[in-house]
Structures are given as C-alpha cells and as structure tokens.
C-alpha cells in the first residue's frame, strides 16, 4: 500500500503539521526508524521530495527485515534520495537514514514553511574540519547564493564595527555586573 492512498490525503499546502518521531532509531544493523509516511509527507511539502515519488512510497511493513527485503518505508529508493537532497541542504550528515536531527531539522523547516509560506530559509553551509597537514575542500556554492569572493564591495570594516560593538556591549555588561 503506498503512502499517500494509507494516509489519504493529496498534495499537500500550508499549514502542514509535523510532529517528528524523536525516539532512537538504533543503527547499523539495528537501525529501524519505524513509519516514515509522515518524514516522507514533510519533505514533499519542503520541496526534497516530488508529489510522484510520494504517491508511489511504499510504508513500512512494520519490521525492519520486511521493510529492506520490499524496499519499503526507509529502505524506499525515492524516500532515502530525498533524505540524503535534505541533509545536503541543512549542512546535516548525509548519510541517507532518517533519525532524531534529521527529523528534527524537518521540524524546523516545516515550521519555518508555515510561518513564511512561499519562502524556504537558504541552508547554511556545512562546517568542514580542519585537518593539521591538510588544504580543506573549497565548498560548494549553493544555489542562489552569491560567494562573498565574487561581491563588488569590501564587507570587512562593517564586520570590525559589529565585532567592537559586540566587545563594547560585553564590557558594559561586565562593568555593569561587578
């Protein structure tokens, strides 16, 4: 049975709610993230996850050797591509399983959607670590982003005004405090 005819319900539009499953999921070969329909429904209403796919999203069978032998509920082609396009765009681990963080950062986006219909917030880009001994991968540019390299204007007297502003308030509250 797929997704969207268990559930049914259609395209989905604002509001939507979102109430993400923050308990364990196990891992590896424990790893079992019980029904994703409604993870599966929140990345189609942010955009990470078409209305097709999520018409032909098979739910989970209810066990976790049911759901990988049937390709099913987080095991579902569609559904882990989906998964891995949202922990790209968020800056999370892209490792394609659905858990806690990701459906928590789901949460986050879908309340963001529902405060600001027509508007996504713009990702931040992942922290890349620092490796002693290593130059770091230059990261990638996110679409709709313009790089601070290729802007016309020097941004860095503002950044020491905000920064002198920031030690200004912070001895002032020092003072204050003592």
Do not use: H
């Not at 999520?54 to 082609?77: I, R, Y």
């Not at 963080?101 to 963001?112: I, M, N, P, S, Y």
Request: charged content about 15%; overall charge negative; aromatic content about 8%.
């Amino acid at each position: 049975m797929n997704c969207m005819s268990m559930l049914g319900m259609g395209t989905i539009s604002p509001p939507f709610l979102y109430v993400p499953d923050l308990a364990p999921v196990g891992s590896k070969s424990a790893y079992f993230p019980r029904s994703v329909d409604r993870d599966a429904m929140a990345l189609n209403y942010l955009g990470f996850m078409s209305d097709g796919a999520l018409d032909d999203l098979t739910s989970s069978m209810g066990s976790q050797s049911a759901d990988m032998n049937n390709e099913a509920g987080a095991w579902d082609p569609a559904f882990r591509a989906a998964v891995t396009r949202f922990q790209v765009a968020k800056g999370l681990t892209a490792d394609s399983w659905i858990g806690p963080q990701t459906r928590g950062a789901l949460a986050a986006g879908v309340a963001f959607k529902n405060a600001n219909p027509g508007t996504l917030p713009i990702p931040l880009p992942p922290v890349v670590p620092v490796i002693p001994g290593q130059v770091p991968a230059k990261p990638a540019v996110l679409p709709g982003v313009t790089p601070a390299s290729a802007k016309d204007e020097d941004d860095t007297l503002m950044y020491v005004g905000i920064g002198a502003g920031v030690l200004a308030l912070g001895g002032l509250a020092w003072y204050a405090l003592k």
